[in-house]
C-alpha cells in the first residue's frame, strides 16, 4: 500500500458540486472530521460516505476557496490521526483524505496540545464554495490567551510596587495602604518602574466604603495578597 497523502472528492461529493453548479447554489462546507482508522492507513474510496473511525469533528472556522481551517482544542486527545473528512452541514462527506500519523496527546498523559488542521480544498470547483463562517464559533488558543493576560492593563487595577513599603514582593499585614484618590479612569501620572510586576490589586476588592475610588476614607489590611 503507498504511503502518500492525498484526498479525494467522493461520489456523494461530486454529485453536490453537480448539483449546485446546475441549480447555481453554494455547497455549505461545514466540518472536519478526523479518525485514526481503526489503526492503520488505507486508500481513500469515493464511495464513502464516513470515515472509518472518526474520532473527533470541529466546526470549520475559517474558509477560503482554497482551504478549510479547524481547531481540536487542547482537552481532546488519546488517539492517532490519520484520517480526515470534510462534511457539509447536512453532513455528507464531500472530500475523505489520509494524512501522516500524528499523535493527539490527553495531559494525564503528560503532555497536551492544541492542533489546527487545515484542509487544502482546491479540488472542489471554487464557483460553489460558501465562503460563510459564523464568527461566534472562532475560537482562541490556549497562548493567545495567556498573553492577552499577561499583557493586560486597566486604570482600575493598583500597582503592588506602590503599596508593598516593607519590600516583600507583595502587600501583605505588615502594610496598611492609604490609596489616595485612585479612580478608575483617571490619567495618574505615577511614575513607573524599569519592570513593573504582574500582581496587581483591585479596586473592586479594596473599595471599602463603595464609592468606586480607593481613597483616604479607606486604610487597607491586604492580608496575605
Request: hydrophobic share 35%.
Amino acid at each position: 500500500m503507498t504511503k502518500e497523502f492525498y484526498s479525494i472528492i467522493t461520489d456523494i461529493g461530486l454529485q453536490k458540486i453537480n448539483e449546485a453548479l446546475n441549480d447555481g447554489t453554494k455547497l455549505d462546507l461545514k466540518y472536519i472530521a478526523v479518525g485514526d482508522s481503526n489503526g492503520a492507513y488505507y486508500e481513500p474510496d469515493p464511495t464513502q460516505t464516513r470515515l472509518k473511525n472518526e474520532r473527533y469533528r470541529a466546526e470549520i472556522t475559517e474558509l477560503t476557496q482554497l482551504t478549510a481551517k479547524a481547531l481540536v482544542p487542547a482537552s481532546v486527545g488519546g488517539f492517532y490521526m490519520r484520517e480526515f473528512g470534510i462534511f457539509d452541514s447536512e453532513n455528507n462527506l464531500l472530500l475523505v483524505g489520509k494524512q501522516p500519523e500524528t499523535y493527539k496527546p490527553l495531559e494525564t498523559q503528560g503532555s497536551f496540545k492544541e492542533l489546527w488542521l487545515k484542509v487544502v480544498i482546491i479540488a472542489i470547483n471554487p464557483d460553489v464554495i460558501q465562503i460563510n463562517v459564523d464568527p461566534t464559533i472562532q475560537m482562541a488558543s490556549q497562548s493567545w490567551v495567556y498573553n492577552l493576560f499577561n499583557g493586560h492593563t486597566h486604570p482600575d487595577l493598583m500597582p503592588i510596587w506602590l503599596y508593598d513599603t516593607n519590600g516583600n514582593g507583595f502587600v501583605d499585614t505588615c502594610e496598611y495602604v492609604d490609596g489616595g484618590t485612585f479612580t478608575d479612569g483617571e490619567n495618574m501620572n505615577i511614575p513607573q518602574p524599569p519592570t513593573v510586576p504582574q500582581l496587581i490589586m483591585s479596586t473592586t476588592i479594596y473599595d471599602k466604603n463603595g464609592n468606586g475610588i480607593v481613597d483616604d476614607a479607606e486604610n487597607i489590611d491586604a492580608g496575605g495578597f
